[in-house]
């Protein structure tokens, strides 16, 4: 089985600290992301501590938190040390991580402008390896319904069904609707699918008499709102 074994020169690293009483004296922000990955794996091997487990993942991943909470429980045992009770340990914790995003989106009630579609579609479509379409439902006012998923698709596209965006809607008795779709490649320029999909949908919409407010284009660090770019 392929095993991941890269290694960090020793003069890489940062002054060693036993990160549960860093913790403990100093508080959790003094922590760094190796240390904080340290105390859920707990222990590390005869060759290495836990520490240096944590940056040795880590370095494989380019120091990229987002990267590493993509990785599946299969990949992460891929790394000397770390079996699965411990790559388990780490995607729950990201997995935490991203839910606590989610529970602070739900804070917007109101849709003002793309920002707040963004604030709740970000923890729904990021870190996907594949792509999802969404929907934001909005009743009078703009008052947030609620999201719904329409499709799943591969890592290039996802087939959408206008027909079954107009029946969540209707459905929900939603006044004007967001759509949403994310590019696991992140790039966040729009493809000609993409463009030609959203004026059918636009379309559909005035036969409907439901409004596509916008349709964001959400990567792992940034957004692409067609409205703010007239493309609407």
């Not at 004296?25 to 944590?54: H, M, P, Y």
Request: charged share 25%; hydrophobic share 40%.
């Amino acid at each position: 089985m392929e095993t991941y074994e890269e290694h960090i020169a020793i003069k890489a690293w940062a002054e060693e600290d036993r990160p549960r009483e860093k913790l403990l004296g100093q508080g959790r922000r003094t922590l760094t992301d190796a240390e904080l990955i340290a105390i859920l794996i707990g222990s590390g091997s005869r060759n290495e501590s836990a520490v240096e487990l944590s940056k040795r993942i880590l370095h494989h991943y380019k120091n990229d938190l987002n990267a590493v909470g993509k990785a599946s429980v299969s990949e992460l045992c891929k790394f000397k040390g770390i079996g699965e009770a411990k790559a388990i340990s780490i995607v729950a914790a990201l997995e935490l991580g991203r839910r606590r995003d989610d529970t602070e989106a739900k804070t917007v009630e109101q849709i003002t402008g793309s920002r707040d579609a963004y604030k709740i579609f970000y923890p729904l479509l990021a870190d996907l390896n594949h792509e999802e379409f969404w929907i934001l439902m909005m009743g009078k006012s703009n008052k947030v319904i609620g999201t719904h998923l329409i499709s799943k698709g591969g890592q290039a596209a996802t087939v959408v069904d206008p027909k079954v965006i107009f029946q969540v809607a209707i459905e929900n008795h939603a006044a004007s609707i967001i759509l949403a779709h994310n590019h696991p490649s992140g790039s966040l320029k729009p493809s000609q699918q993409d463009l030609d999909m959203t004026k059918k949908i636009i379309a559909g919409g005035r036969i409907l008499e439901i409004s596509i407010f916008d349709h964001l284009i959400i990567t792992d660090d940034a957004y692409y709102s067609f409205g703010d770019e007239g493309m609407m």
